[in-house]
């Protein structure tokens, strides 16, 4: 069965320094996502992206993060200078029909990435 | 604005015994809403959904959820837990961005 995979499973950096998260959705998905779940709170939506533009983002998703897709199969999320509250699980989901999550679409979580800010 | 709460942290269940997991929503329009598990150090899997259809939906491993919409609740339950259902539990609301509950962590006991 297709899975969304998610590398790496852990990430330490230091404060200030860029990462980047790195998604393979299912192959034949057309809209992409970003979430994070903070230790003890709840998973957050950070943006959705469709035809290689953003197509919704929360106000979590401020300047310092981006996503791309840079070729035909990884979507990626960069967060250009971590802070220690950029610490979290992040996980990238997939779905194949209408982004704005109407009925009957289903989006598919990877394993998550879980990051670690020192 | 939608929301979802869950109305319980922890639940804690004998092996073999019925599960209830509660939750409410609210929504300007008609919600699309599901069920996530997501067992220790793996992602969320989906448990099931519903979108309007009919109301009692079931999903795997023996788990369904009756939307109620003048409660405005879609609790998920199963007849009888396994010792393998012991993992967290959200509930979800889809607008435009997929809205998660707090989550219930379930434990089963032998």
């Known amino acids: 069965e297709p899975e969304v995979t998610q590398t790496p499973s852990h990430q330490v950096t230091q404060m200030g320094q860029e990462v980047i998260l790195r998604c393979v959705p299912i192959?034949?998905?057309?809209?992409f996502y970003w979430y994070r779940q903070i230790l003890g709170q709840k998973v957050e939506f950070l943006v959705s992206?469709?035809?290689?533009?953003?197509?919704?983002k929360s106000e979590i998703f401020d300047d310092q993060f981006s996503v791309e897709r840079p070729d035909g199969s990884n979507f990626t999320l960069k967060i250009r200078s971590t802070k220690l509250e950029d610490s979290a699980m992040y996980f990238c989901?997939?779905?194949?029909?209408?982004?704005?999550?109407?009925?009957?679409?289903?989006?598919?979580f990877g394993p998550g990435t879980r990051l670690t800010v020192l | 604005a939608q929301s979802v709460t869950q109305l319980d942290s922890h639940v804690s269940v004998s092996e073999g015994t019925p599960v209830l997991l509660r939750c409410n929503y609210s929504?300007?329009?008609?919600?699309?809403l599901f069920w996530y598990v997501q067992h220790p150090n793996k992602g969320l899997q989906l448990l099931l959904k519903?979108?309007?259809?009919?109301?009692l939906v079931k999903g795997i491993n023996g788990f369904e959820a009756e939307f109620k919409k003048s409660e405005t609740s879609f609790h998920l339950t199963k007849p009888s837990a396994h010792m393998s259902d012991a993992a967290e539990y959200f509930c979800?609301?889809?607008?435009?961005?997929?809205?998660f509950g707090s989550g219930t962590r379930l434990q089963v006991q032998p």
């Open positions: 992206f469709y035809n290689n533009e953003i197509s919704e």
């Open positions: 519903y979108t309007s259809a009919a109301t």
């Open positions: 989901a997939s779905s194949h029909l209408s982004g704005a999550g109407g009925p009957g679409d289903t989006q598919y």
């Open positions: 929504s300007s329009y008609s919600p699309s």
């Open positions: 192959s034949n998905h057309l809209y």
């Open positions: 979800v609301v889809s607008d435009r961005a997929l809205t």
